[in-house]
């Protein structure tokens, strides 16, 4: 099963991701994440990619590439895992379906308006550890400013401050919203409305993807 979110910045794919992973055990694959991880790390894609992603644009696909290809090849992703921000361009997607996918493909397209996306991502704290979410209103640490999984001090990303986020939301409605017509026409997009409460957003998903896996079960005791 190959899962991918789609959405714009703060429309809650990270926390679908996280709940997929808790629900059904498909490991979270989030591009944004191995891109922080490398920048931290200051390796050479690390440091290529840190000045595209202060900026709010995307950074260049043989990166991205790399470091997905890379991820996707561990064990944990060989029955199936989840997309968290990627692909983000139609030519990531073309690269995606060359790779070949672990079963059938499910895509969600969490839509939030963008009013509400500047609300979250400014409220936004993260773990710089283990990328752990939080919210300063409606989710916040058990302790002020320290992430209740590691202890780790949260932080405000760079790049949920305004200016920045104005930047990846143009980005987003230029080079991924194209995304959703190719799946939709492919047949694999749900789309989710994103403005619902955490719990009630998976329920939903969890609805699709039961659905999904019963009709792939009955086809496979018929066949
Ligand atoms: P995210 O954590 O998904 O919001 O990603 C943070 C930043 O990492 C984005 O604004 C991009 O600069 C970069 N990024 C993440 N995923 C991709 C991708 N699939 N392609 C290009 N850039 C990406």
Redesign the pocket.
């Known amino acids: 099963m190959r899962i991918i979110l789609l959405g714009a ?1 703060g429309s809650g794919k990270g926390t679908v991701a996280e709940d997929l992973r808790s629900a059904y055990g498909f490991p979270k694959i ?4 191995l ?1 922080r991880a490398a920048v931290r790390e200051r390796t050479p894609l690390g440091l290529k990619a840190e000045a ?2 202060g900026k ?4 260049d ?1 043989a990166t ?1 590439l790399a470091l997905l290809g890379e991820r996707l090849a561990r064990e944990d992703c060989r029955d199936g895992y989840t997309l ?5 361009n139609i030519a ?1 997607a073309e690269s995606l379906e060359a790779l070949g996918a672990p079963g059938p493909e499910v895509v969600f397209d969490l839509q939030v308006g963008e009013d509400v996306i500047l609300r979250r991502l400014t409220n936004r704290r993260t773990c710089p550890s283990c990328e752990a979410i939080y919210h300063v209103i409606n989710k916040p640490p058990k302790k002020d400013d320290v992430c209740d999984v590691c202890g780790t001090a949260l932080v405000q990303r760079a ?1 949920d401050r305004p200016e920045v986020i104005a930047e ?1 939301l143009k ?1 987003h409605r230029e080079k991924t919203e194209p995304l959703i017509a190719r799946y939709a026409a492919k047949g694999t997009l749900h789309r989710i409305d994103g403005g619902l409460t955490p719990a009630a957003i998976f329920a939903e998903v969890k609805k699709i993807l039961d659905a999904v896996m019963g009709e792939i079960g009955s086809s496979r005791g018929r066949g």
Do not use: K
């Open positions: 910045p989030s591009t944004g994440d891109l595209q992603m709010g644009g995307l950074v696909d991205v968290d921000g990627f692909p983000r990531q790049d990846r980005t």
